[in-house]
């Protein structure tokens, strides 16, 4: 019997057609397709002829739990010859396991390949028009955990993210007040500009922004999933959305 693969695949930032092309034929030719609640339902309907397992976190699961029946499936399935898809949101590697899970397949000795989709880091600023670089104001980024993982007591360098130019956090809504009172705390200005984007690229897009000093209060109504961007580069969006307002033009924005 031939042995399956397992392939590990970003899914993007939300809107399915952020998909890529491989994504697209994977899922397609896909046996067995294990996805996260992030990724859309549009997406998962490609996998036309796979068996779909919903591994998404619930309220309340153990996660070491959960990893351990996810591993325990792909490898299952991969060994009994079928093709496993592993859907994940945005990119494999960024704050998503897929290096966790990749090293695990090896282990196993388990044919496996990483498929590259678009972090949300980058694209939720995006879809608000904010550049996580741009020339003369940033000239470099960093994306931090929002949240501790298990194994990573210190698993925020404050000092890092209060000077690099643009600082992005994920999964960090929940603890906002605690990442603007860490980031000023370490030396960033309160007037450093800050934006917060719920499920970017979807149409439910939501956009809050403000500066350290008030984001807190002007962000009270986002939710997660969402992305922080703290830095200068959020006054680009500014810049942009009042030429637009000047020139009529309303197509560069999404929502928000
Ligand atoms: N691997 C993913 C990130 C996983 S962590 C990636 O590369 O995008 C999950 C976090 O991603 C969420 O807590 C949120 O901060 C961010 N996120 C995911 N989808 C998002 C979206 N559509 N808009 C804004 N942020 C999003």
Do not use: C
């Amino acid at each position: 019997m031939k042995a399956g693969k397992v392939y590990l695949i970003g899914a993007g930032p939300g809107a399915p057609d952020l998909l890529t092309l491989r994504a697209y034929r994977l899922l397609q030719e896909a046996d067995i397709l294990l996805y996260d609640r992030l990724v859309d339902p549009e997406v998962v309907a490609m996998a036309t002829s796979a068996e779909k397992i919903f591994v998404g976190k619930n309220k309340g699961d153990d996660m070491q739990k959960r990893q351990e029946r996810i591993f325990a499936l792909m490898i299952g399935h991969a060994q009994a010859g079928r093709n496993v898809v592993r859907l994940k949101g945005g990119d494999p590697f960024v704050f998503g396991r897929g290096g966790e899970e990749l090293m695990v397949l090896a282990e196993a000795g388990v044919a496996g390949e990483v498929v590259p989709g678009i972090s949300s880091s980058v694209a939720a600023p995006e879809a608000a028009l904010v550049p996580v670089t741009y020339r003369g104001i940033s000239a470099s980024f960093g994306v931090f955990a929002g949240q501790p993982g298990t194994r990573n007591p210190a698993y925020i360098d404050w000092t890092a993210a209060a000077r690099i130019g643009t600082a992005v956090f994920l999964m960090g809504v929940e603890r906002l007040e605690t990442i603007v009172a860490k980031l000023i705390e370490h030396g960033r200005s309160e007037d450093t500009p800050v934006a917060l984007i719920e499920r970017g690229t979807l149409p439910e897009q939501k956009v809050a922004t403000g500066t350290l000093a008030d984001i807190v209060e002007q962000a009270a109504h986002i939710a997660a999933p969402a992305t922080i961007v703290v830095g200068e580069v959020v006054r680009v969006r500014e810049r942009l959305l009042a030429l637009q307002q000047l020139s009529g033009e309303t197509q560069w924005v999404a929502a928000g």
